[in-house]
């Protein structure tokens, strides 16, 4: 009984410890269960892993589940025997110890910065421009000397986009060699908070240190022992110094890629040349952009997807723009729900009411970072102009500066020199766009969604009126001129009338813009209630009187009235104290308006004057009025309508249209300081020259440019025939840069040989046309230089065309004719030399021989042509002589048997040095000239 109760009595105790065995190993599989489920929660996330010592645990939970595997069977099978027993204490014990550890109070992952290097979710990219510049950034990245790279451009133009993808590649390529960290800079980022964000990203706590500067020491310790990284901080507004922060740029440890609306910002942030500027998507890139995100563009009418396409122009190229009116017309069929939608876009409140959150802000805070109401101003200024107006940059600073925009500046040049100061931080903030207008004049643009931002803006304060360029034919009733009205502009429409008496009550109006309106007539009352207006443009409208109510307009700076082409009256100008700019070019008033001269604060002045009051004209240029002007135009006429004149004015100039000249009558007096003089349709039957025209010429010692265009009897732009002795006087026409000759029937030559010749003529001439003068036979007389005497060191263009009876260029001989030079030896003892002379250009001459035919060294050389010059058999051999040392690549040669045969006859050596360059393979021809012979030599 003893033995059977012990035996009873032991398998009982082995039981109930396989019961205890079994209650912990359930407990001990739950909490597997556990930390199984919270570290495949935790690990989801970037940034962190598990402890090694929790893998450790897993593992051994996995050889524990064998072996109590392994005790269950045993012990069915052979029931419970000592060594069993012992084994079930054992196992117990481990399982006890498991659980203790797994509590895992420290928790069960790791900051790990490694594990944070997963993918960004990004759309694909669009567009050509930003595959190439994920390019250019990978090249700037393996260049060690780019440690930082700037990329640039507008709200909403793919900054954002582009960088997630160079991330994402970064993350690829830099997976076993370096660390790549995506930060977001916020708009109001402070150095704390944007150090902060760093030290999370690379799993830093900066928590506890407060002082900036002891925390950028900890951000560049723990970075500078990380190896090569790479960090994108996206959407930077302002500039942060990379050492205030703790960055260690250089090649072997940090690099940093920025994206900014401001290229001010990748300058001041240190990007130097790395720097990229995104612009928006050209028309089929856009066009794909929004059929994509559309989803059910194939399942629209015909109608329904031609106002889908302009619904996607509207959106102006902006992909973010593009991709937020895509997907709000997802599932949109209705053609008329479509041409709403068009409607809506085209009126700038509507266009961007469903963008707000996601375009509207984002554009808007680039306004308001400019922080100066000044430079906001300017630039909302520019929404007076219709939408895609290339504006031209100097009108639009004059217009800047007299609305007294820049009045802290008391210089007229410092606030020119402002103004574009600010035209560049508006482009440099992506607000504006360089473009170029008709002639290549530079101008700016303003993109149709930042214009949409900005007439938003002016909904409210300042408040605006713009419908330019909108083809609108009445003129807004009165309720729409309210008294808070700042600025108008209804340029280029249709408004042909203004109600009579209507009179808008609008005291802070400052700009008012009506040009290029077939307006017929103002009533006097419309100006009564704009005491404040500053800026007055009526150009190209075609009005025939100014009211009289603009004469109290005392507070008016600029006044436009140039090519109203049947103005006839102004009204006296005495009360227009503060006028700084009057334009009436191009119109019907014959002499100076009333009241002019006693304009003291007149800077600027462009008026015609018939050559009948020349009397007047000559008064008015000695007067002391006359001498305050820093800008003017005037053209003088004999018969209005012929020529319009200049239409922007840049400099000083004159321009004489349609006169004929006589000695007994009084010329005009031409200002001393005039730069431009355009003499233009002509005619003279008793002077032979310019200067017995134009005494004063003598005294033009500002003249630049020179145009004299069809007119008769002038025989030659100076005589010599006048002495002038006094050393005040300038030599004649030394200071002219650009001279132009055109359709002179009756021109013999530039100067006319026998005469004086006084030194330093034309010792400034850079560029000389010639074209259609008929009776001219040598441009340049030798009785203007010396043997060896440099006489056009600045010339650099020659073009010559179409003048009949032209034989030489620059003449052989002092007073002989050309032709009879010709008939002597090919070379002379004289030389010219033309040392900055790059082009020169002769055709359709049927009677040139020769341009000169001693040595010609012309060492700058880099285009020479000769078309149509059949009888051309003289080249001067200082291009034969210089060509090896020459960056030139001159385009022909005459193709005239008899010029080669002579050059290898006398020069043998520089005929084959001539042949060999011409006939030199091109692979093997750089750095020297390229000559290429039209015909065979």
Not at 356 to 384: A, G, M, T, W
Not at 397 to 421: F, P
Not at 883 to 888: F, G, I, K, R, Y
Request: charged share 25%; glycine share 6%.
């Amino acid at each position: 009984m003893n033995l059977l109760h012990s035996w009873i009595s032991s398998n009982s105790d082995s039981s109930q410890k396989l019961v205890v065995l079994r209650n912990k190993w359930d407990r001990l599989c739950a909490r597997e269960s556990d930390v199984r489920l919270e570290l495949e929660n935790a690990e989801i996330q970037p940034g962190k892993k598990r402890k090694r010592e929790v893998d450790v645990w897993l593992r051994h939970v996995e050889l524990k589940r064998t072996e109590f595997g392994n005790i269950s069977n045993e012990a069915k099978e052979h029931g419970f025997r000592s060594q069993l027993t012992r084994r079930v204490d054992m196992l117990t014990k481990e399982i006890e110890d498991l659980l203790e550890h797994g509590r895992f109070q420290n928790g069960l992952l790791l900051d790990d910065s490694n594990s944070r290097r997963v993918p960004l979710v990004v759309t694909d990219l669009v567009g050509k421009m930003l595959e190439v510049t994920a390019d250019k950034i990978s090249l700037w990245l393996k260049n060690d000397d780019v440690l930082m790279i700037g990329v640039y451009g507008m709200g909403g133009v793919g900054k954002t986009t582009l960088l997630m993808h160079v991330h994402n590649q970064l993350l690829h390529d830099f997976r076993i060699s370096g660390h790549v960290y995506w930060v977001t800079v916020s708009q109001d980022c402070s150095l704390y908070k944007l150090q902060h964000n760093i030290a999370k990203a690379i799993c830093l706590d900066l928590s506890i240190e407060k002082d900036d500067k002891k925390r950028a020491a900890i951000l560049h310790s723990r970075l500078a022992n990380m190896g090569p990284t790479i960090f994108i901080l996206d959407d930077m507004w302002k500039h942060v110094s990379i050492e205030d922060i703790g960055i260690p740029v250089g090649a072997n440890s940090c690099k940093v890629i920025l994206t900014t609306r401001l290229l001010e910002v990748c300058r001041r942030m240190g990007c130097k040349e790395a720097v990229v500027k995104l612009e928006p998507l050209a028309g089929n890139e856009a066009w794909k952009l929004f059929i994509d995100k559309l989803e059910n563009y194939e399942a629209l009418s015909m109608g329904a997807k031609q106002k889908a396409e302009l619904v996607a122009k509207e959106c102006g190229g902006l992909p973010l723009a593009i991709i937020t009116m895509a997907c709000s017309m997802r599932g949109v069929y209705d053609i008329f729900e479509w041409q709403n939608a068009l409607a809506e876009l085209r009126n700038p409140v509507h266009r961007l009411e469903d963008m707000e959150n996601d375009v509207l802000q984002k554009l808007k805070y680039s306004y308001d970072r400019l922080n100066d109401e000044k430079v906001q101003q300017c630039f909302l200024s520019c929404i007076l102009y219709p939408e895609d107006y290339p504006i031209w940059r100097g009108g639009l600073i004059e217009h800047w500066v007299m609305e007294g925009l820049l009045d802290d500046i008391e210089s007229r040049q410092d606030q020119v020199n402002k103004g574009y100061t600010i035209l560049k931080k508006l482009e440099n903030a992506c607000l504006l766009e360089s473009a170029f207008g008709p002639d290549c004049v530079e101008c700016v643009k303003m993109h149709d969604v930042i214009r949409d931002m900005a007439i938003l803006i002016t909904q409210n304060h300042p408040r605006f009126m713009a419908k330019p360029g909108l083809q609108i034919e009445q003129l807004p009733g009165e309720g729409h001129w309210s008294e808070d009205l700042v600025k108008v502009s209804l340029m280029d429409n249709k408004i042909e009338e203004i109600p009579y008496h209507m009179s808008p009550r609008c005291p802070k109006l400052s700009v008012l813009l009506l040009h290029k309106n077939p307006l017929k007539g103002i009533p006097d009352s419309f100006f009564v209630h704009m005491s404040s207006l500053a800026v007055l443009d009526l150009s190209a409208t075609k009005i025939k009187r100014l009211p009289s109510s603009v004469s109290d307009l005392e507070n008016l700076r600029l006044l436009l009235l140039r090519f109203c082409a049947n103005l006839i009256y102004v009204p006296s100008l005495a009360k227009l104290r503060k006028l700084r700019v009057l334009n009436l070019y191009g119109t019907g008033i014959e002499e100076a308006p009333l009241g002019m001269e006693g304009l003291r604060e007149l800077e600027e002045v462009s008026c015609g004057w018939k050559l009948s009051h020349v009397d007047a004209f000559n008064k008015y240029i000695e007067s002391q009025h006359f001498q305050q002007l820093h800008c003017y135009g005037f053209w003088l006429y004999k018969q209005g309508g012929d020529s319009e004149g200049p239409g922007r004015l840049l400099n000083k100039e004159v321009v004489i249209s349609g006169e004929e000249f006589r000695k007994k009558e009084p010329a005009p007096w031409l200002p001393h300081d005039m730069q431009l003089l355009e003499i233009d349709k002509c005619s003279t039957k008793e002077s032979r020259s310019l200067e017995d025209i134009f005494p004063s010429l003598y005294k033009a010692k500002e003249l630049k440019n020179l145009h004299v265009r069809e007119c008769t009897g002038l025989e030659y732009i100076l005589s010599g025939t006048q002495e002038h002795s006094s050393p005040s006087v300038y030599p004649p026409l030394e200071t002219v840069e650009y001279l132009e000759l055109f359709d002179l029937c009756d021109l013999k030559g530039l100067l006319e040989l026998g005469g004086v010749s006084p030194s330093g003529i034309f010792s400034h001439l850079k560029i000389l046309m010639i074209e259609a003068c008929s009776r001219i036979k040598m441009l340049f007389p030798l009785n203007l230089f010396e043997q060896g005497q440099i006489l056009f060191p600045c010339l650099q263009q020659i073009h010559v065309a179409g003048c009949a009876e032209l034989v030489e260029i620059f003449a052989v001989a002092n007073n002989c004719s050309a032709i009879a030079a010709l008939e002597n030896a090919y070379p002379t003892n004289f030389f010219l030399t033309l040392p900055s002379l790059r082009v020169l250009k002769l055709w359709d001459l049927p009677k040139l021989r020769c341009i000169y035919s001693g040595l010609m060294f012309c060492t700058s050389l880099q285009e020479f042509c000769a078309d149509e010059c059949p009888k051309l058999d003289m080249l001067p051999l200082s291009i034969a002589f210089l060509c090896d040392s020459s960056p030139s690549s001159l385009d022909s040669l005459p193709n005239n048997p008899h010029w080669w045969q002579w050059l290898r006859k006398d020069h043998p050596h520089d005929a084959n040095q001539l042949l060999s360059l011409i006939n030199r393979p091109q692979s093997t021809n750089a750095g020297c000239i390229q000559l290429n012979l039209h015909g065979s030599a």
